[in-house]
């Protein structure tokens, strides 16, 4: 059956590596569009979250979270807006202790 949702593997970060430049969550980035993204901040201290490793696009508050679901259903011309593959989750912020988690769902 090919409409059954699969997790991709988790990524997990030692927030206690975080610095002030952005770093990879998940360096080698997703395995398949995701149509659900979380990313768990299980730290100590807040995080900024780049979807570039340039620019800031989110901020976690420590022992928080950040979802980012997508469009499932069809646009015109069939398209969905889903995170693509390839694409790397980067954070930085002050160091911490716990760990940093990305999860993400694809069909």
């Avoid at 430049?21 to 080698?28: D, L, V």
């Amino acid at each position: 059956m090919s409409d059954i949702a699969k997790s991709i593997p988790l990524s997990t970060f030692n927030s206690a590596s975080i610095s002030g430049t952005y770093q990879a969550i998940n360096a080698n980035g997703l395995p398949n569009a995701c149509f659900f993204v979380r990313i768990v901040n299980g730290g100590t201290t807040p995080i900024t979250i780049s979807y570039d490793g340039v620019n800031d696009n989110e901020y976690i508050r420590a022992n928080s979270d950040f979802e980012l679901p997508s469009q499932t259903n069809s646009q015109p011309d069939g398209k969905k807006a889903l995170s693509p593959v390839g694409r790397v989750y980067w954070v930085k912020g002050t160091a911490g202790t716990g760990f940093i988690a990305l999860s993400g769902y694809y069909v």
